[in-house]
């Protein structure tokens, strides 16, 4: 990559940062951070979960790092429920309360905005989408390996 490609991606990340930074004055989504958005995503994807099955879907954090969040998304913050499984004592339940609910759809209307203002001020042609879909698509490929993620995203 040259020089110039990493100075210009650099530079929109910083403009997509303050825009990010923007909305968030207006209309925070409590304070997140990158791995409580992640969690509350995935709950709110996937709906009820086991603390297992949320560890699993993130290769990078260690169980019990997994565990401490969501430990202080329901503790401190209010935005998940942990139950015991009736089935198996030994797994918790973890779901999405409706303050969370309410925090990841703030999250998501805020993304798709700054990616819709993003969109429009770029104004791709047709064509250029196809390349951009193409150049990112391998960009996942290439993450999603080197993170030891599967191809869906889990």
């Known amino acids: 990559m040259g020089p110039d490609l990493a100075k210009v991606i650099q530079e929109l990340s910083s403009r997509m940062r303050h825009l990010k930074a923007a909305q968030e004055d207006k209309a925070s989504a409590g304070n997140l951070t990158e791995r409580d958005l992640m969690i509350l995503g995935l709950l709110n994807e996937s709906g009820k979960m086991a603390v297992s099955q949320i560890s699993a879907a993130d290769p990078t954090a260690s169980d019990s790092t997994i565990s401490t969040t969501i430990t202080k998304l329901w503790r401190d913050k209010k935005m998940v429920t ?46 250029e989408k196809e390349v951009m879909t193409k150049v990112l698509s391998r960009a996942i490929t290439f993450f999603d390996k080197h993170l030891g993620v599967s191809n869906d995203g889990k």
Do not use: M, W
């Open 82 to 127: 942990k139950t015991i499984s009736p089935e198996n004592q030994r797994t918790t339940i973890v779901e999405l309360t409706d303050k969370g609910k309410k925090a990841i759809e703030v999250y998501n209307r805020q993304r798709d905005e700054r990616f819709k203002t993003l969109f429009d001020a770029i104004n791709v042609t047709e064509s």
